[in-house]
T-cell receptor
Framework: ETGVTQSPTHLIKTRGQQVTLRCSSQSGHNTVSWYQQALGQGPQFIFQYYREEENGRGNFPPRFSGLQFPNYSSELNVNALELDDSALYLC????????????FGDGTRLSIL | TQLLEQSPQFLSIQEGENLTVYCNSSSVFSSLQWYRQEPGEGPVLLVTVVTGGEVKKLKRLTFQFGDARKDSSLHITAAQPGDTGLYLCAGVDSNYQLIWGAGTKLIIKP
């Protein structure tokens, strides 16, 4: 089975720009969660999508938005980028919610200059 | 806000030694997951504990969930260099979201 893939692997942007990160979920998984992981920290929950609907959101501003497509792949969009947005962005897919095993991609390293 | 405190934050020991990593909270979790993350990769699930007092073993790794489901520990026996990595605990809260600890960076020296 194909695992979770994320693209791009690395990205450099400047303050004020917008970015779109992509995630292909593992085959058979209908739930995608996005996390932000700052250097030396644990992941912070951004939001979760279940069958194309947002199904929970962490403490992130509205400029963080997302989509889930009929094939369960997902996008994370961040507008008006700030220096503090520099982090590793992780996508995890699962068959159901957080109490199900989360299968992570290797992340997108986003650097804001 | 539920928080998970992990300790120690950093641990460097010799091959063959034993170690324990702790994950503590003042809140109750319905289940708790342990992950290991290596540089440049996403976290990989090691185990999920669900029942208070539950103990699970994965080769030389022993995981325990506290009786009150507020804390957990990971014990490694006879650590090996391949155990090196960032160990993360994550609890499922009442909103069915994962709350993460900050991680324990473990280095096993040959």
């Amino acid at each position: 089975e194909t695992g979770v893939t994320q693209s791009p692997t690395h990205l450099i942007k400047t303050r004020g720009q917008q970015v779109t990160l992509r995630c292909s979920s593992q085959s058979g998984h209908n739930t995608v969660s996005w996390y932000q992981q700052a250097l030396g920290q644990g992941p912070q929950f951004i939001f979760q999508y279940y069958r194309e609907e947002e199904n929970g959101r962490g403490n992130f501003p509205p400029r963080f938005s997302g989509l889930q497509f009929p094939n369960y792949s997902s996008e994370l969009n961040v507008n008006a980028l700030e220096l503090d947005d520099s982090a590793l962005y992780l996508c995890a897919s699962s068959q159901g919610g957080a109490n199900q095993p989360q299968h992570f991609g290797d992340g997108t390293r986003l650097s804001i200059l | 806000t539920q928080l998970l405190e992990q300790s120690p934050q950093f641990l460097s020991i010799q091959e063959g030694e034993n170690l324990t990593v702790y994950c503590n909270s003042s809140s109750v979790f319905s289940s708790l997951q342990w992950y290991r993350q290596e540089p440049g990769e996403g976290p990989v699930l090691l185990v999920t504990v669900v029942t208070g007092g539950e103990v699970k073993k994965l080769k030389r790794l022993t995981f325990q969930f506290g009786d009150a489901r507020k804390d957990s520990s990971l014990h490694i026996t006879a650590a090996q260099p391949g155990d090196t990595g960032l160990y993360l605990c994550a609890g499922v809260d009442s909103n069915y979201q994962l709350i993460w600890g900050a991680g324990t960076k473990l280095i096993i020296k040959p």
